[in-house]
């Protein structure tokens, strides 16, 4: 489950940091003086780092990886439709804003992959230290002679060594 919640972070987060890189060039290419779109797009961005960073964190923390994908994927949402809600969007880079919703939708789904991954002690690969087993034989399964001390088995009568009943 980890390595498919890192594949699809993975992918998701560097698509988001591509696509938010592109958008930020077009609209420094157009000289737009709206702050609150460079605003948006640069948080995107920002926000899209810190995602590949909760990404990274899956294969080895597991749980909070995912939460950091959690999170960073739900703020990267909210950016998407504060774009869509700006104006300048209407002249067809609204498709930036669908690109950006659906990619929070990817990863918030590997973020849940991965908070599910967490690491489960009843699960953990390394064995628990192995008691030897306890000795079945011990003084009041064994027998010995109380002249000389031989040890006998069990169905003898008289001592091998010395002859005496037991």
């Not at 929070?104 to 390394?126: E, T, V």
């Amino acid at each position: 489950m980890r390595n498919t919640s890192f594949i699809m972070g993975l992918i998701g987060g560097l698509i988001c940091c591509l696509f938010s890189t592109i958008l930020f060039a077009v609209l420094m290419g157009a000289m737009m003086d709206e702050a609150a779109v460079i605003v948006t797009i640069t948080l995107l961005f920002v926000i899209s780092l810190l995602f590949i960073v909760g990404v990274s964190m899956v294969l080895t923390r597991g749980g909070a990886g995912g939460v950091i994908m959690i999170v960073s994927s739900c703020l990267i949402f909210i950016l998407a439709i504060a774009l869509l809600s700006i104006e300048f969007f209407q002249g067809g880079l609204e498709v930036y804003g669908a690109l950006f919703i659906s990619l929070a939708i990817m990863g918030f789904i590997s973020g849940m992959l991965g908070y599910k991954s967490r690491h489960d002690p009843k699960k953990s690969k390394r064995s628990a230290a192995v008691v030897p087993p306890r000795n079945t034989t011990n003084r009041l399964t064994r027998k010995f002679c109380e002249k000389c001390g031989q040890e006998l088995t069990l169905d003898v009568v008289f001592c091998p060594n010395c002859g005496k009943k037991s």
